[in-house]
């Protein structure tokens, strides 16, 4: 039944580009249950290859005296029907078993890796058949093939398997050639290939070593089918009666069910250790090669432990620091980490203190990695939900979101501010916005939701915040679909909806990298202008002093997690005093023209024209 | 959109011929003892070869595969060389009780493997890990052999359900209903851990996309996210490994139907294709290929529906 599933797993197993190296079998056994799935594993490959010595009697040997004993000490685990040992022909069966399936694994992987490696390298004439003939292949019954073939050539297990093999060629192809077709742009082949290179020690050096691991755990997993698919037609009693096979086993054991029971007991248990002992193997070879710097969200106590902050978390209306309760955001000391699987906490932000006030701009400056983004995800409540918050608090409008002794964001007192007071401007366009819904859908909800206004009302709204962000047709902006308009609309849409419930605060998130240069000085203008005419606080994280030159009032920078320096912009540009600060400021102003506050104001405007026309 | 599914039934035309004609290409081969098999070993050798001509062995794959082919366009599928019912007729009363069985369990799959995988994804936690493990189990266990675990458990052995089952439309719908628990049970304990791990690894996709954050952001709530917009965009993958399930259900149901003695298409294929009854096999594949492409035809069109950009290329 599940044969044709292993042909939907390629998703999962593919494209991971990893090569399997001695550690990864470490790891595998380290795991208990891929220790367990090697145990069973090396057990049925031990049966199958010592059967002769293992098994007292041949497989068919029949004793007619003696059918359906009990276990005896001649015959270990009984005999059936017709007097054969029961044990002897379990033996036996793991070899038939453990040979059809290599058989079929063998057969597959012949036919795919090859057919994936050519399709995907060459693409092509050769690609568009192959997919054609997967395609016919993936929509085959597997059982109801089997049996034509079984009628064309006659009950032998191993005619089955060859074409079982072909029937589940189409998983290793594609998971093959998605693999292929990902690395054959990559900067590393093409080297390969300027440097002389032949395709075929291209693909025998750097593409086969991508595809190797996919490859072990599709095996494992086509194994397991195989041998379900292989003990399902001996079942129905499809098979050569002449070998002993787990599934010939079970038919005669479910003819008997009245008789004696067991003897199904003992071949649905070896089928059923088998097939489980293979996909937990490829289980843990995926998980092997997946987790090495994998986060794996340690217990709250654990972490609350490390830092001390064992106390509950109080409630919101705790007093607040005094003298501060009139700045719109009061970040104190914060610290935000990951627990490691090692029990360790690995700090992002650390002791990071700002304010913000109604009206002002505060830029959050600095390289990637400086922890910029993970403080303004906390002051949203956005963080990853491996996140811990290990130090410090954070308020809004004189409320905590974060008090002293939380160790993460309180989701239900931020959802009392956030798209509703607190709003983000996210740096990725197109990816921010829902590709299912249309432009005026993802306006109009929060509206409706926020401000408990009607629909239609929303939708006038909306129409005129469009309006308010420049773009020149609402009406068909409204209602085309995120992949209908260009990106530096999808970031004015973004911005309008992070207007669009009149908050007090906007966190802008690099609104501007993601964009094209001569549309990030009109979406700078835009923000600066809403900014002005709404009076709201605005944090703008960037790397660009640039822009932070250009847009803020205040500027905090960060490095490796810290804050290192924070003031008012102008004194910072003119007399930076931390040398980190010196250093990005002369990186970023040394020999070449300052970039966004030198774009003359027509020369901007010019640049919105153009990009609305392209984008409709 | 009426071009979309234009284009897909020329598609599945093009695949229906290629499979038939590579199926009874496979037949010719078996053809060679048909007319012996079927007048018995006391049938004199002109008997035999009056057969022959009578079926047509006398003659060339292709003009036999042609002359196959002519009649199946008219809706003529010929008769069965054993028992002289018309194939279609065979099938037709067939059919029902194997497409009553795997939808009645892809539907249980759906559901239940939504819930869990979802959950699953969303929760984490011993939920996360249950699943994780009876997935192992589920995948494990061929539904096949969990049919005769169940049948020797509870019909046996506890005498809850009856062992085999028998679908008439006179027998009541409670009888209808009992015998079909185990057999829909089998499969679906089978198919619904891997579908919800399936569904949960695209679940936690799109949770960890950009426009979840800024969905968030806007406040609105949790539940709206995962019910509309999550659950919306993870459905693609969902269906596609249901159809993909389904596809293997109709080939998986055979064994499925021996257990259990229902009277559905799989004892037809097997009976078929053991004696070499090629017209029966024929409108056996015949019959699964188009179940297969109509189902095809529904997931690429519900994508579409699901999926904007799908819709508009």
Not at chain 1, 157 to 171: E, N, Q, R, T
Not at chain 1, 246 to 273: H, Q, R
Not at chain 2, 29 to 37: D, K, L, Q
Not at chain 2, 154 to 177: C, H, R, V
Request: proline share 4%; hydrophobic share 50%; net charge neutral.
């Amino acid at each position: 039944m599940s044969e044709i599933e292993v042909l939907a797993d390629q998703s999962d197993v593919g494209q991971k580009g990893t090569v399997v190296r001695s550690h990864v079998i470490k790891k595998i056994l380290k795991n208990p249950m891929g220790l367990i799935a090697v145990g069973i594993l090396t057990l049925v490959v031990l049966l199958a290859i010592l059967a002769n010595v293992l098994a007292p009697f041949d497989p068919n040997f029949a004793n007619i005296g003696k059918t359906l004993a009990n276990p005896d000490s001649t015959n270990l685990l009984g005999t059936d029907s017709v007097g054969r040992d029961v044990w002897s022909r379990l033996v036996f069966g793991a070899r038939t078993t453990l040979l059809s399936a290599l058989l079929c694994a063998a057969v597959a992987v012949g036919i795919g890796l090859p057919a994936g490696l050519i399709a995907g390298y060459y693409a092509g004439k050769f690609d568009g058949v192959a997919n054609w003939v997967v395609n016919i292949l993936m929509a085959l019954p597997g059982i109801i093939v089997l049996l034509t073939v079984r009628a064309a050539f006659g009950p032998s297990v191993w005619i089955s398997m060859v074409a079982f093999g072909i029937l589940l060629s189409p998983g290793y192809f594609r998971l093959t050639r998605t693999a292929v077709q990902s690395v054959r742009n990559e900067l590393y082949v093409d080297a390969a290939r300027v440097a002389g290179l032949s395709d075929a020690s291209i693909i025998a050096r750097h593409i086969f070593s991508v595809v190797r691991a996919p490859i072990i755990i599709q095996t494992a997993i086509v194994c397991g089918v195989a041998i379900s698919i292989q003990s399902g037609l001996e079942f129905l009693g499809l098979g050569d009666p002449t070998v002993a096979t787990w599934g010939v086993m079970l038919s005669e054991g479910f003819k008997n069910v009245y008789l004696n029971p067991t003897l199904l007991l003992w071949p649905a248990l070896a089928i059923g250790l088998t097939i489980g002992a293979l996909v937990l193997l490829g289980n843990a070879v995926r998980d092997a090669l997946e987790d090495a710097e994998k986060i794996k969200p340690a217990k709250r106590g654990s972490v609350a432990a490390l830092n001390s902050r064992t106390a509950p978390g109080r409630t919101q209306n705790e007093a607040v620091a005094a003298g501060t309760e009139h700045h719109l955001v009061k970040v104190s000391h914060l610290g935000v980490g990951y627990p490691q699987a090692d029990g360790s906490v690995k700090k992002v932000v650390d002791d990071v203190s700002f304010h913000v006030d109604r009206g002002e701009v505060l830029g959050i400056v600095g390289e990637s990695g400086s922890g910029k983004s993970q403080t303004a995800f906390s002051i949203l409540g956005l963080l990853p939900e491996a996140a811990r918050i290990v130090g410090g608090s954070i308020q809004f409008d004189g409320k905590y979101t974060v008090a002293p002794t939380d160790d993460s964001v309180s989701q239900s007192r931020l959802s009392e501010f956030r798209g509703k007071r607190i709003s983000y401007i996210p740096q990725e366009p197109m990816s921010n916005l829902d590709p299912a819904f249309t432009i005026g859908h993802q306006l109009v909800t929060p509206m409706v939701r926020v401000l408990k206004i009607s629909k239609s009302e929303a939708k006038k709204r909306a129409l005129k915040l469009l309006d308010d962000v420049g773009i020149r047709f609402p009406e068909k902006t409204f209602n085309a679909y995120p992949h209908e308009v260009s990106g530096g609309m999808a970031q004015r849409v973004l911005i309008a909806g992070a207007i669009s419930c009149e908050p007090d605060l906007i966190i802008a998130d690099e609104p501007t990298t993601a964009l094209d240069v001569t549309v990030q000085a009109d979406v700078l203008d835009l923000i600066r202008d809403l900014q002005k005419s709404l009076n709201v606080g605005v944090i703008l994280v960037t790397h660009n002093f640039g822009v932070v030159a250009d847009l803020c009032d205040r500027v905090a920078v960060m490095q490796d997690g810290r804050m290192v320096e924070e003031g008012d912009v102008r004194e910072i540009l003119r007399n930076p005093q931390d040398p980190y600060t010196q250093k990005l400021l002369g990186s970023m102003l040394e020999g070449k023209e300052p970039m966004t506050m030198l774009v003359s104001a027509g020369a901007s405007a010019g640049g919105a024209d153009n990009e609305k026309e392209a984008g409709l | 959109m009426v071009t979309f599914i234009l284009r897909k039934l020329a598609a599945g035309v093009v695949v229906l011929a290629a499979i038939s004609f590579l199926t009874y290409f496979l037949l010719y081969f078996s053809s060679a003892n048909i007319a012996r098999n079927i007048l018995g070993e006391f049938a004199s050798q002109e008997q035999v070869a009056a057969k022959e001509i009578e079926l047509g062995l006398d003659q060339a794959l292709l003009p036999r595969f042609f002359a196959w082919a002519g009649h199946a366009l008219t809706g003529d599928l010929g008769t069965s060389w054993f028992t002289s019912e018309p194939v279609a007729r065979a099938l037709m009363t067939r059919l029902p009780v194997t497409l009553t069985v795997v939808i009645v369990s892809i539907i249980f799959i759906a559901i239940i493997a939504t819930a869990l995988g979802m959950a699953a994804a969303v929760k984490r936690g011993w939920i996360d890990k249950a699943v994780q493990s009876a997935a192992v189990i589920g995948d494990a266990i061929p539904s096949f052999v969990m049919a005769i675990i169940l049948v020797t458990v509870f019909a046996i052995q506890l005498k809850l359900f009856p062992a085999t089952s028998s679908i008439s439309p006179d027998s009541g719908s409670a009888a209808w209903i009992a015998s079909l628990a185990l057999p829909v049970l089998a499969i679906v304990i089978n198919g619904v851990t891997s579908a919800a791990q399936q569904i949960r690894s695209a679940v936690i996709k799109q949770l960890e996309k950009d426009y979840v954050r800024t969905l968030r952001s806007r406040g609105i709530s949790e539940r709206e996210i995962l019910f509309k917009h999550v659950l919306r965009s993870a459905a693609p993958a969902g269906l596609t490994v249901l159809s993909l399930q389904f596809i293997g259900m109709l080939g998986g149901v055979v064994i499925i139907e021996q257990i259990f003695a229902l009277p559905g298409m799989g004892a037809l294929a097997v009976q078929s294709t053991t004696m070499g009854d090629i017209p029966l096999v024929m409108g056996v594949v015949l019959y699964t290929v188009v179940i297969v492409i109509i189902v095809n035809l529904l997931v690429d069109l519900i994508n579409g529906w699901l999926n904007p950009k799908v819709r508009v290329s």
